[in-house]
């Protein structure tokens, strides 16, 4: 294992270790600096970050959009603290650290010992949503890249075992849609997937946020093929009242109304509608909640392109030149 690796499996395992044994002002305190730190270095992420932010709030100017990837970073960082603070949780905490908006159809289905679907974002804290729903609604499933280096992965599969969690494995594992059809045939699941990112190159494009973007098919064919009933849930973190939440905030889930097709068509019309569906709902919170929204990746078509990529990298190089410019008054 290179030394990176190895201090990439000490750094996870020092997480779950020692951070849950802190105390919560001064773990939170701790993330906060880290994204605060990776805000100033500017690097890959925190530009694809800025981007994607760019697309999701035009209407802001320099000076806010800094604000708002910091407010994105300290957000990220939030979830990781969460992570490694989660497994010592007890499932009082954590049902005081989440809010669940529109969950009474949803619970009509597990109750009665059906697999329930919901496509997810890249938003808010999904462990704990997942740790919420493995409580109160049914176990859950899932999929999840598979992280390199390989004990780095076997550290997430453990911790979200702890949680009530199955992982079916993106690569490695078989075929992990075939797995997915079984378990919902099986009943008594949520199958959580978090979808607003195309990870197969088989997505479709759907327009979100007034931009086209690629996000993954996989739970709507899977509620096609099954019968199962899809849901978006988008998830966000809010300031908590004093007393409840863990570092002052709570992570809020909403439901949408069970989804169903709009059109009338083949497996993949129908499919290609319900994605919309989702991304339109996705759309309401990145906007009204976009530090929650932690895409430090590429999504958007435009982004995709590689024909396009250099010409979004000049814009965004651009927009840093201007932020710098309006904080500088034009200093070098």
């Not at 919902?184 to 007034?210: K, Q, Y």
């Not at 392109?305 to 030149?321: L, N, S, Y």
Request: proline share 5%; aromatic share 8%; glycine share 10%.
């Amino acid at each position: 294992m290179s030394v990176a690796n190895t201090l990439s499996v000490l750094g996870f395992r020092l997480g779950w270790s020692t951070l849950r044994r802190l105390p919560e002002p001064i773990a939170y305190g701790l993330f906060d600096r880290i994204a605060d730190v990776a805000v100033r270095r500017d690097g890959a992420g925190i530009r694809r970050l800025r981007s994607n932010y760019r697309r999701a709030r035009p209407e802001l100017d320099a000076g806010e959009l800094d604000a708002l990837v910091r407010a994105g970073m300290r957000s990220y960082m939030r979830y990781y603290c969460e992570a490694f603070r989660l497994p010592s949780l007890p499932p009082g905490r954590i049902d005081d650290a989440v809010r669940v908006v529109d969950d009474a159809e949803p619970r009509t289905f597990t109750e009665a010992g059906e697999t329930l679907i919901a496509f997810v974002g890249h938003l808010g804290n999904f462990d704990l949503a997942a740790a919420w729903a493995a409580g109160n609604l049914a176990p859950v499933t899932t999929v999840a890249e598979r992280l390199k280096p390989e004990e780095v992965f076997q550290e997430f599969l453990a911790f979200r075992t702890s949680i009530r969690m199955d992982i079916i494995p993106l690569t490695g594992g078989g075929d992990p849609f075939g797995s997915l059809l079984r378990t919902a045939r099986a009943g008594g699941r949520v199958i959580a997937l978090a979808s607003d990112r195309d990870l197969t190159r088989h997505g479709v494009e759907v327009d979100l946020l007034g931009h086209r973007a690629r996000m993954a098919k996989g739970p709507a064919v899977l509620s096609l093929m099954t019968g199962a009933p899809l849901y978006c849930a988008a998830i966000h973190y809010e300031k908590a009242p004093k007393g409840e939440g863990l570092g002052g905030y709570r992570t809020v889930v909403r439901f949408s109304p069970r989804l169903h097709p709009r059109v009338e068509g083949t497996t993949a019309e129908k499919a290609q509608d319900l994605v919309q569906q989702c991304a339109d709902h996705l759309s309401v919170t990145i906007r009204e909640h976009t530090s929650s929204w932690h895409m430090l990746q590429r999504i958007f078509v435009d982004d995709l392109d590689p024909d396009r990529d250099a010409a979004v990298r000049r814009q965004e190089a651009d927009g840093i030149r201007e932020g710098f410019t309006e904080r500088t008054g034009g200093a070098s």
